[in-house]
């Protein structure tokens, strides 16, 4: 044999060696879980085939939801909704899914709130009746988009509160032969938006009364300094003190002879104060899901942990390197939205920090030497908003076992605008 076969054969073997070396090791290393196709894997989300698809196979970093945990929150929200008299029109911007917006619609809501008239449009074309878009249409683009949405589905709703947005509103719908169904935004603690309480809101109500382009229909007062106020009783203060003008506003419209409409508002936070306060529907977000930052703000039982509702949903990622004690460098980085206030599920000892676009941190002073690399580990993430507008996709697991997968619609870019 010359030399150079003789070499490719000492090749062969060696690699031969190293390959059943490494299967060895690999066997160890994925227990006795049998190898998933990972080939296969897209044709098989798209056929919905999740048959050996655990939560182990998974590309990271990705969205989790735990759909027992996810199921239980719906139910909570709408059996209070149901016991306490108040309707619901829970918000989208959380979850931007149809998915979940058809189930939380099968458990009793009346619609959907959004943030934005593109999450506002995908979720009328998927199908949603109801839909209040809380942010007025400001631009001609957004303008021209309420009032054609306003055609095509004439159960969507939007909010105003000046009166040159209701002028140009008033120039396209007539323009369109549509009559749009608007809400007035009432100031209810944020600065961001609202119209002062008391005559300037009646007399914007009247205006729009007296469009034949529009029919009003109620209040929109939005709370959201109450929110995240610690602790119940505060927060019920704070929540009472920012809707004090709104039931003013509303008083005064009764007087005027405007009709009674919705007065929708409210949040995860205050779901449970908020129909006492004159509210009539709830456009509680974060519920669904739960994050970080809401199970710290304390419940009306536990005023330390807010555990009516469950973190859901959590962010999974993979220790891709450790050779620094005290830490393990993870695939959940800036661009997959990782925050420090994150929370690392099951292992509070550890703690999350920053470590570039792609690379994130997790530290401990001690209780971490079990981590290895390849490990997986799941994170409650700070702001579901912001972090659900990075992914694609939720995977819907049961346990281990992904049973589903649902879109997270509009995240990114021409759809978000
Ligand atoms: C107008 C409006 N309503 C309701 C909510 C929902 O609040 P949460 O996610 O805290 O339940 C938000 C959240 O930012 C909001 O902007």
């Known amino acids: ?8 054969k000492l090749n062969c073997m060696t690699t031969r060696r190293a390959f059943l070396a490494g299967a060895a090791a690999a066997t160890g290393a994925f227990g006795n879980a049998k190898r998933f196709p990972y080939a296969e894997f897209e044709q098989r989300i798209a056929k919905k085939d999740f048959r050996e698809m655990t939560k182990d196979v998974l590309p990271t970093p990705c969205m989790v939801v735990d759909i027992e945990l996810f199921e239980k929150n719906l139910k909570t929200m709408a059996d209070y909704g149901k016991a306490a008299g108040i309707q619901l029109r829970p918000h989208v911007k959380v979850h931007k899914s149809v998915d979940i917006a058809k189930r939380q619609m099968a458990l009793g809501a009346i619609g959907v709130t959004a943030a934005t008239i593109a999450e506002s449009e995908l979720m009328s074309r998927g199908g949603i009746r109801g ?3 809380t942010k007025q249409p400001a631009s001609d683009n957004n303008v021209m988009r309420a009032v054609q949405l306003s055609k095509a589905d004439p159960t969507f709703l939007f909010v105003v509160d000046d009166a040159a947005v209701i002028a140009k509103v008033e120039e396209a719908a007539a ?3 549509v009559k749009c169904k608007v809400v007035v935004s009432v100031f209810a603690g944020l600065t961001r938006q609202g119209i002062a309480n008391g005559q300037p809101a009646v007399e914007l109500a009247q205006r729009v009364m007296a469009s034949k382009q529009m029919s009003f229909e109620g209040w929109m007062a939005y709370s959201g300094g109450a929110s995240h106020t610690k ?3 505060a927060r ?3 929540s009472a003190e920012d809707l004090a003008g709104v039931n003013e506003t509303i ?3 009764k007087k005027a002879g405007l009709p009674a409409g919705i007065v929708s508002g409210g949040s995860t936070g205050t779901y449970n104060m908020d129909k006492d306060l004159g509210l009539t529907e709830l456009e509680c977000g974060s519920y669904v899901f ?4 809401y199970r710290a703000v304390g419940g009306k039982t536990d005023n330390a942990v807010y555990s009516d509702f469950e973190n859901s949903m959590s962010v999974l990622t993979t220790v891709d390197s450790m050779h620094h004690k005290g830490q393990a460098t993870i695939d959940y980085g800036n661009k997959a939205m990782i925050q420090l206030t994150d929370e690392v599920k099951g292992k509070p000892w550890m703690k999350l920090d920053k470590q570039g676009a792609e690379y994130g941190l997790l530290k401990w002073s001690d209780g971490g030497g079990e981590t290895k690399v390849g490990d997986r580990v799941e994170v409650y993430c700070s702001n579901l908003d912001m972090s659900t507008n990075c992914y694609d996709r939720y995977y819907i697991a049961k346990g281990n076992q992904i049973v589903d997968v649902w879109p997270i619609m509009g ?5 978000q605008r």
């Open 1 to 8: 044999m010359s030399l150079e076969g003789k070499l490719s």
């Open 131 to 133: 839909v209040l878009w």
């Open 175 to 177: 323009a369109a032969k």
């Open 231 to 233: 602790g119940w009783v």
């Open 236 to 238: 019920q203060k704070k």
């Open 251 to 253: 008083a005064l419209a």
């Open 290 to 293: 739960m994050d970080s930052l």
């Open 411 to 415: 995240r990114a870019g021409a759809a």
